[in-house]
């Protein structure tokens, strides 16, 4: 008897444990979600802003557009969605999200370009399919080069999609842009390339005008840096 009060006694402390990890891991998972729709209200405001910013353009010089057409909050955004996907047990939720930032990113090039057209200002942009480790086994390695084209070039607008993303909006940038397997593919001041590229080829395929403009912008920072010693 004593035999099966021991037993009953490790099943319940086995099950205690069991709930309390659900539990635990269940409120982590919410609260990260929770986190990341946090980030995403904010950059869905700043996006709305600048849609009304251009529906002024007609009365507002162009000077009085702000030139951070989306706040930095959409890179951590990305990294927080590549986490819920590895980490998160609740798929259907961080599929959605996936496919509103996707639309977010595609809803800032647009809107990026209209106002480069509208203002006459340079805009430079990397539009980057992906896909997963089993279709695409150089992905991995071209968003590392893309994150060292990013910091060489502040400038620089990269924009990440996932191929397979079930997207309307996908397919229509895939129709557009002739995008095909293999991946990755890179599309490139309008054009498009395909398979894994270094920092050197991507360098080669941007407007040299960009190049000269970031690399006098970076000289400037250097001198200023120097005279502030």
Do not use: H
Request: a neutral charge; hydrophobic letters at 40%.
């Amino acid at each position: 008897m004593r035999q099966w009060g021991k037993y009953l006694i490790v099943l319940l402390l086995t099950c205690g444990i069991f709930a309390i990890s659900w539990y635990v891991s269940s409120y982590f998972s919410g609260k990260k979600i929770a986190e990341i729709r946090d980030i995403q209200n904010k950059i869905a405001v700043d996006i709305l802003s600048s849609e009304t910013q251009y529906s002024l353009l007609e009365e507002l010089s162009c000077s009085d557009i702000n030139s951070s057409i989306i706040s930095d909050e959409l890179l951590t955004l990305a990294d927080r969605i590549t986490y819920s996907e590895q980490n998160l047990s609740e798929q259907d939720d961080v599929l959605l999200l996936k496919k509103q930032y996707t639309m977010l990113q595609v809803k800032d090039f647009l809107l990026k370009k209209r106002i480069s057209e509208r203002c006459k200002t340079p805009f430079t942009a990397i539009l980057y399919f992906y896909g997963t480790k089993q279709n695409c086994a150089d992905c991995e390695r071209q968003g590392y080069v893309l994150d060292a084209a990013r910091a060489k070039y502040p400038e620089l607008r990269i924009y990440s999609y996932d191929y397979n993303l079930d997207l309307s909006t996908i397919r229509a940038l895939r129709s557009i842009y002739k995008v095909d397997e293999p991946l990755p593919v890179l599309v490139i001041n309008s054009k498009t390339q395909s398979g894994f590229k270094t920092l050197e080829e991507i360098e080669a395929l941007l407007p040299k005008d960009f190049i000269k403009r970031s690399q006098a912008q970076a000289q400037a920072a250097a001198e200023a840096k120097e005279e502030k010693k």
